[in-house]
């Protein structure tokens, strides 16, 4: 990074001293006598000053054995840098470091690295922590590794929170003056528990990204206990059983390719199908001499984090490494080198299941078949890998696509694209809902048809309430059609609540070079982008405790920590911005709405969580940074914010996919069937929906609707026929 303008006017002409040390480079010029000095204790303990005004100068790079670490515990000793560039002393309180912490299953090899350059004294980047094996040398100095990793293994959880505790003001009189410090680097301006200066935020510059893609860690859902896995198998109905038996057979011949698409509405068990599919298939491979539980034959993806996470799977961007919002554009190869790490993870794969497969469009679908084939390095379709999509086409069409079984030109738009023709349908039509919920999806399932009922109406009808009744519904979300609507519905309820408030502002800042001006216009152009257009990170949220908050980004799948994920804002942490002492948010604490979500990060905090008295129940939400596309070629643009929005109501195109034990839908005039099925669909029972407006009954779809055109082709042409006999059915 270059130095401010400031100073490098003051620089001679032909000086090429001008870019900011790193904590790297300060930790590499450290003097001899702090050899043994490992960079997390460098970070935590000591300060890094241009002058030494007030201190005793050690002799520099001493060649005397006697001159030990010890020695500079010493409160008025400063020792000069290799460099001449600074001086270093030993702090009075240390600070708080944050990294990366890789973990050893998920991706070992950097967590070899960050254990080496974290806790193992070093002086030469490339000899001693890249041209080298990174396990062998963790297993030759684990012993030393874990002594001085324990420091912070114990005391991280008590030290974070005395820095919220403390508010101490910032440094000491008998400290080096921070002020001197040259690593303020503008890009770590906005630090999280920047109280007193307590926290030293080395991961960026280790090189270990926050944001660094888990190509080598595949979410896959593990084996089920027997006893719950025999319930399950027993609770299927006969169509069910059916499938999963004949899928069965496929898998143990293993001698064919399948394309599948299994269609059905609310309530049909389709989520059930899956894991039965899926669990029965572990047991097989499983059960085969010398086999290896930890081979990926088979995955389970969806199209968003939200539905990755309620089938315990992955999103196909992260499983496949597929660009964000590329669906426009041709899809990037991957690099050979990620290919293969990929490939090599995934070479026994059997069988890729895809959920919600309406919300998949024509172009994501080719690209999902392009990067298999890539991965899998064969030209079949889908690389020869087996597929079962499962999903409902009555629900909203693809934002930006068109549906995935037409072209994506309007010169083929009515016919079927080579890739949807591969699939045979299977139907799932039985309600396997309990007694109470069967009239409710039945009503559900012919409002998707267009072709209610009396009963479904009358059903529906006693649902519909006024706005004053409404005001005992504290906890039900609000359905509209327009991001207008959500919008001004969002900003009422904020305003009305009387409650402890703050403004997180988004931090942005470029990376590249070029002229000031220039840089200055990308970030006043980013200013205007949308939410949609910076990767679900607003510039400004207006944060109100006791406020509904949804996720924008998929933090963590496993966790459920995934776009659409919503909750309520219990607490807010402060912290101070490192340049303008500004206090500012730094730390979310909301309760979502299902117990799940949040479970394992919770369990990583829970220390700190008792420390302070918090509710168990409430996961700790961070700020997040993502780059943002831009159209300048000189700079990038990283927006740093925290990764949630109001969520008091939401549009019925966000609610897809998600559901909710109190819905309040505005009905307007012009609502399409898809729209009214949707919305209504998002209550999990007839007795958590609440209507505003007229409900009208929508019409059967057109005859040209392309849906239903489709559905008629494959039920004549495509229809799956089963390998194995039933005696039911001769």
Same mark, same amino acid.
Request: contains cysteine; aromatic residues 8%.
């Given at each position: ?248 057979? /496929?898998?143990?011949? #293993? =001698? &064919?390719?399948? %394309?599948? +698409?299994? @269609? ?8 059930? *199908? ?121 629900? /909203?069409?693809?934002? #930006? =696509? &068109?549906?995935? %079984?037409? +072209?994506? @030109? ?8 080579? *890739? ?125 405790? #006791?406020? &509904? ?182």
């Amino acid at each position: 990074m270059l130095k401010s303008d400031e100073i490098l006017e003051k620089l001679e002409p032909d000086s090429k001293d001008v870019f900011v040390e790193g904590l790297i480079d300060m930790y590499i010029n450290r003097p001899d006598e702090m050899k043994n000095v490992c960079l997390a204790d460098f970070v935590s303990l000591y300060n890094i000053s241009k002058k030494k005004t007030g201190y005793i100068e050690i002799i520099e790079n001493s060649d005397d054995e006697d001159v030990i670490d010890n020695e500079i515990d010493e409160k008025s000793v400063a020792l000069k840098m290799k460099n001449g560039k600074g001086w270093i002393k030993k702090r009075t309180k240390k600070k708080i470091i944050r990294y990366r912490n890789f973990k050893l299953h998920q991706d070992p090899e950097n967590y070899y690295r960050e254990q080496l350059m974290l806790f193992l004294p070093w002086s030469k980047e490339e000899e001693d922590l890249i041209h080298i094996n990174h396990e062998e040398t963790f297993e030759l100095h684990k012993d030393l590794i874990r002594q001085n990793r324990s420091e912070y293994v114990h005391r991280e959880a008590n030290e974070f929170e005395k820095a919220f505790e403390e508010q101490t003001e910032r440094g000491n009189d008998d400290d080096i003056d921070d002020t001197n410090v040259e690593y303020d680097q503008d890009k770590n301006e906005f630090l999280i528990y920047e109280i007193g200066n307590n926290e030293g935020d080395i991961f960026v510059e280790m090189g270990l990204n926050t944001r660094t893609e888990k190509v080598e860690h595949f979410n896959v859902p593990k084996i089920i206990p027997d006893t719950e896995y025999q319930e399950m198998m027993r609770s299927l109905n006969n169509n069910q059983r059916r499938y999963t038996l004949n899928v069965m057979n /496929l898998i143990k011949n #293993g =001698d &064919k390719q399948f %394309f599948h +698409f299994i @269609n059905g509405g609310a309530g049909v068990g389709k989520s059930t *199908l899956i894991k039965a599919v899926y669990q029965s298939i572990l047991r097989f491979y499983n059960s085969l001499p010398g086999s290896n539980p930890e081979t990926i034959r088979t995955a389970i993806c969806a199209p968003t984090g939200k539905a990755a996470a309620l089938i315990g799977g992955m999103t196909l961007h992260s499983f496949l490494s597929l660009p964000v919002n590329q669906c426009k554009h041709k899809l990037v190869k991957l690099d050979s080198d990620i290919s293969n790490r990929i490939g090599v993870k995934l070479k026994d794969l059997q069988l890729l299941i895809i959920d919600e497969i309406s919300m998949v469009g024509f172009t994501m679908f080719q690209h999902v078949d392009a990067r298999v084939q890539q991965i899998m390095k064969s030209k079949k379709p889908f690389g020869g890998v087996s597929v079962i999509v499962l999903g409902d086409f009555n629900q /909203l069409r693809p934002v #930006g =696509d &068109k549906y995935i %079984f037409q +072209f994506n @030109n309007s010169y083929n738009a009515l016919v079927d694209n080579p *890739l949807w023709s591969l699939f045979e349908l299977f139907e799932l039509t039985e309600i396997m809902r309990q007694k109470d919920d069967k009239a409710f999806a039945i009503a559900l399932s012919n409002i998707a048809k267009g072709m209610m009922t009396l009963e479904d109406i009358n059903l529906l009808k006693p649902r519909i309430v006024s706005n004053e009744n409404l005001e005992t519904m504290g906890d039900a979300i609000r359905v509209f059609r327009s991001n207008a609507e959500v919008d001004a519905y969002n900003t009422k309820v904020l305003a009305s609540l009387n409650t402890e408030g703050a403004i997180a502002n988004a931090y942005d800042f470029c990376i590249g070079d070029g002229l000031a001006s220039i840089r200055e216009k990308v970030l006043n152009n980013v200013k205007n982008l949308k939410t949609t257009e910076t990767y679900g990170l607003p510039l400004k949220i207006d944060l109100k405790v #006791g406020a &509904k908050y949804m996720m924008t980004v998929n933090i963590d799948t496993e966790d459920g920590l995934v776009n659409g994920a919503c909750g309520k804002l219990i607490m807010i942490d402060y912290g101070k911005l490192q340049k303008t002492n500004e206090t500012v948010p730094c730390r979310l604490w909301i309760k979502f709405n299902e117990e799940k979500t949040g479970r394992k990060t919770r369990a990583n905090f829970q220390n700190v969580m008792r420390n302070r008295n918090i509710d168990l129940s409430l996961t700790p939400v961070e700020p997040v940074t993502r780059q943002i596309n831009t159209r300048s070629t000189n700079f990038k643009v990283e927006r740093k914010q925290f990764p949630v929005v109001p969520c008091e109501a939401m549009t019925i195109y966000k609610s897809q996919g998600g559901t909710y034990e109190k819905v309040v839908v505005n009905l307007k005039k012009g609502m399409t069937r898809s729209e009214l099925y949707v919305s209504c669909s998002r209550a999990t029972k007839s007795s958590g929906l609440y209507l505003i407006g007229d409900f009208v009954p929508p019409k059967p779809p057109e005859r040209n609707d392309a849906v239903a055109t489709m559905f008629k082709s494959m039920r004549s042409e495509r229809m799956l026929k089963f390998s194995l006999e039933f005696p039911e059915e001769s």
